[in-house]
């Protein structure tokens, strides 16, 4: 997938209204700004524990707050690769220095993707192999998570260690990825070709993909086929399942991409927004990039949400 064609402030408000998606049994079929920040969330989200600092900081995030930024952190970075986990996540909160054992490096894994978060300012190195990765910890880092991808080599186990300044807190998320081979089939590139998409096309899309899903055991059910963005559903929160990435990549990706860009305005989340803003008795705004201005200057994030 390639969510640098949206926009990244967008692309913010759909993770958060992803992570409401995630808490149902079945997951609705969410837009395509939410299927870009989706894919590694339902994966990953149960991995996300980790131990309490070791003492309140004021103004300091909950741990849970901390958790949950390191994962959006370290998911853009893996969203970015178009890959997928290929072990469980280890998440670490401590002071001081820290050895991390991973081990040796899982079959199939080509990176470790490292997000990283400090609660107090001061000096802080961390190493891979003893191969410094340049990690710091000055103010514009405190509270602030940052995630980078980390090339690992040999054969052999694998550490992390994190040497810090005595009593300097952090947390922090690694786990290995693999990136993936998934390009955009034939079908999929013909339909692309003129630079734009079709509603016969975008459906013929769609059809492929969800008989791929179906192949691979997670069959999307009927779909109504009379509303301009196809609204199917998952089987549970297979998001981060390769079968997944692999059926909506190759099938449906890019085209679901030119269509929703296309008809953006009619999608779940602009008729959210809009109702959101006049709920205030503003009149919404005509553009989605002005629109979603608009949910920003008004603080009405938590109506789009539902809150």
């Not at 609705?28 to 991995?47: E, H, N």
């Not at 940052?146 to 810090?164: L, M, N, R, Y």
Request: aromatic share 8%.
């Amino acid at each position: 997938m390639k969510p640098e064609i949206l926009d990244s402030r967008d692309t913010e408000l759909r993770t958060a209204l992803v992570k409401l998606v995630s808490r149902s049994a079945h997951s609705r079929r969410p837009s395509r700004k939410l299927v870009v920040t989706s894919i590694i969330i339902f994966a990953i989200a149960g991995a996300m524990t980790g131990g309490a600092v070791a003492a309140a900081t004021i103004n300091a995030p909950p741990q849970h707050a901390v958790n949950d930024a390191l994962l959006e952190a370290a998911h853009e970075q893996v969203i970015d690769q178009n890959a997928i986990l290929v072990d469980a996540p280890i998440v670490r909160s401590g002071a001081g220095t820290t050895i991390i054992r991973l081990g040796k490096k899982p079959a199939g894994a080509t990176n470790l993707v490292v997000a990283f978060e400090c609660t107090d300012v001061g000096t802080l190195t961390t190493l891979i192999d003893g191969h410094d990765d340049g990690q710091t910890c000055g103010e514009s880092d405190q509270f602030n998570p940052t995630a980078s991808q980390e090339p690992v080599f040999g054969t052999g186990s694998h550490t992390f260690k994190i040497v810090a300044a005595p009593g300097l807190r952090f947390t922090v998320w690694i786990s290995w990825i693999a990136a993936s081979s998934f390009g955009p089939s034939t079908a999929q590139l013909a339909e692309l070709a003129d630079g734009k998409v079709t509603r016969i096309e975008y459906l013929a899309a769609y059809d492929r993909f969800a008989a791929c899903m179906t192949d691979a055991g997670y069959p999307l059910g009927d779909v109504p086929r009379n509303t301009t963005l196809l609204d199917y559903a998952t089987p549970g929160d297979i998001y981060g399942d390769a079968a997944f990435q692999r059926c909506y990549t190759t099938e449906f990706d890019r085209v679901d991409t030119v269509w929703q860009l296309e008809n953006w305005s009619t999608s779940y989340t602009a008729v959210t927004e809009r109702t959101c803003i006049r709920g205030i008795g503003v009149t919404p705004a005509t553009t989605e990039q002005a629109l979603y201005d608009q949910i920003e200057k008004y603080n009405l994030e938590k109506c789009v949400l539902g809150q």
